[in-house]
């Protein structure tokens, strides 16, 4: 079964405007941890924003925010003004605890992305 | 601010060489990961790495994969045989007891 699921291969947004990508995640821990990632065409993987399962606002990193519904399982990610250095491949992760030799080392599983286009 | 560095970018090599992939983690971190993601695929996980031994790892980190943390600054992971499937972008990622996991640039290995 996913765990995490992006159901929007692909986004277009004009640019200035808010933009908001989907991501639902499966999991029956109660501790658990949200992340959203940048993957620009050049191919490096950037940290944007983290939401803990037990935060009980949501997180905000500059354009970047979370809308965590916590109930419906979704952790979406929401940038507003868009601009056009924008347009990259994001991944929504969930981390969950794992127990093994060293249980607090806390993989993450990734969605399959979203592919976000800023039109100017 | 301090960043993962992996080296090279870019490695190219011929089915059946060994490979050995180096990562230098944030200085402060405790917690050392290696990832890949094969191209237009999601990105996987490979192997966790604390206190000096794997914590855990994939069913893709077979025996050909190893990893090491030399030195006390480089984290490296060896494929010693390559296959034509081992090509991917591979990412090193490091991070301190909070939860953000930091991620390197990553290098792309060619295998041909």
């Known amino acids: 079964a996913q765990k995490i699921t992006q159901t929007q291969p692909g986004m277009f947004v004009q640019e200035k405007e808010a933009v908001t990508l989907d991501c639902t995640y499966d999991t029956s821990d109660q501790s658990y941890g949200l992340f959203w990632y940048k993957q620009p065409s050049s191919g490096e993987m950037i940290f944007l924003i983290y939401q803990g399962s037990y935060d009980e606002q949501n997180a905000t990193e500059g354009r970047y925010s979370l809308n965590f519904q916590k109930a419906r399982k979704s952790a979406n990610l929401v940038i507003s003004a868009s601009q056009l250095g924008d347009s990259a491949m994001y991944f929504c992760?969930?981390?969950?605890?794992?127990?093994?030799?060293?249980?607090?080392?806390?993989?993450?599983?990734f969605g399959s992305g979203t592919q976000l286009t800023v039109l100017p | 601010e301090p960043e993962v560095t992996q080296t090279p970018s870019h490695q190219v090599t011929q089915m059946g060489q060994e490979v050995i992939l180096r990562c230098v983690p944030i200085s402060n971190h405790l917690y050392f990961y290696w990832y890949r993601q094969i191209l237009g695929q999601k990105v996987e996980f490979l192997v966790s790495f604390y206190n000096n031994e794997i914590s855990e790892k994939s069913e893709i980190f077979d025996d050909q994969f190893s990893v090491e943390r030399p030195d006390g600054s480089n984290f490296t992971l060896k494929i010693r045989s390559t296959k034509l499937e081992d090509s991917a972008m591979y990412f090193c990622?490091?991070?301190?007891?909070?939860?953000?996991?930091?991620f390197g640039s990553g290098t792309q290995l060619s295998v041909l």
């Open positions: 992760a969930m981390r969950e605890p794992h127990l093994g030799a060293s249980g607090s080392a806390r993989q993450l599983t």
């Open positions: 990622a490091s991070r301190d007891l909070d939860e953000k996991l930091f």
